[in-house]
C-alpha cells in the first residue's frame, strides 16, 4: 500500500514538473516577442537593405516569432509576430488574439504576469521542482 501512494505521489510530482516546464517554455516565448515588438517598435522610421536579400532575410528570421497556441487559465492565446522587409520599407507588426478577440501588447505582458504568478505559488504550496529528481530516488 505504502509504495502504490508512493508511486501516486511520484506521478503527482513529474506531472506538475511537467506544468511548470511549460508554463516556462510559454514565458520564454512570451517574453521574446514582448522584447521583439519594443526593440522594433519604431521600425516604421528604419529604412531597407538596399537590395540586399540575404541580409533582409536574416532580419526577418531574427525578429519574427512564429505563431504560438497557448491555453492558460481558460482562456486560448494566439500570439505572433511578423517581420518583413522591402528594399525600401521595414514592416513590423504583432498580432495578439485572447479567444479569438483581439488584444493588445498590454495584456500578452498581463498575461506573462498570471503565469509568473502561478508559477510561484505552485513551487512555494508545493515541493520545490528542481529537486524532483532527488525526491524520486533518480
Not at 540575404?54 to 517581420?83: C, H, K, V
Not at 528594399?87 to 485572447?98: C, F, I, K
Request: hydrophobic share 30%.
Amino acid at each position: 500500500m505504502k509504495k502504490k501512494i508512493r508511486e501516486m505521489e511520484i506521478n503527482r510530482l513529474r506531472s506538475e514538473a511537467d506544468r511548470c516546464a511549460e508554463l516556462r517554455a510559454y514565458i520564454t516565448h512570451l517574453n521574446s516577442v514582448i522584447g521583439t515588438a519594443e526593440y522594433c517598435k519604431n521600425s516604421y522610421f528604419w529604412g531597407g537593405c538596399n537590395g540586399n536579400q540575404t541580409q533582409r532575410d536574416s532580419r526577418a528570421r531574427n525578429y519574427a516569432a512564429p505563431a504560438e497556441l497557448l491555453d492558460f487559465g481558460g482562456d486560448e492565446w494566439e500570439i505572433d509576430y511578423n517581420f518583413t522587409q522591402s528594399r525600401q520599407n521595414t514592416y513590423a507588426s504583432g498580432h495578439y488574439y485572447r479567444n479569438d478577440n483581439k488584444t493588445t501588447l498590454t495584456a500578452v505582458r498581463n498575461l506573462v504576469i498570471a503565469i509568473n504568478s502561478v508559477l510561484e505559488s505552485e513551487t512555494t504550496d508545493n515541493v520545490d521542482t528542481k529537486n524532483l529528481p532527488i525526491i524520486m530516488g533518480l
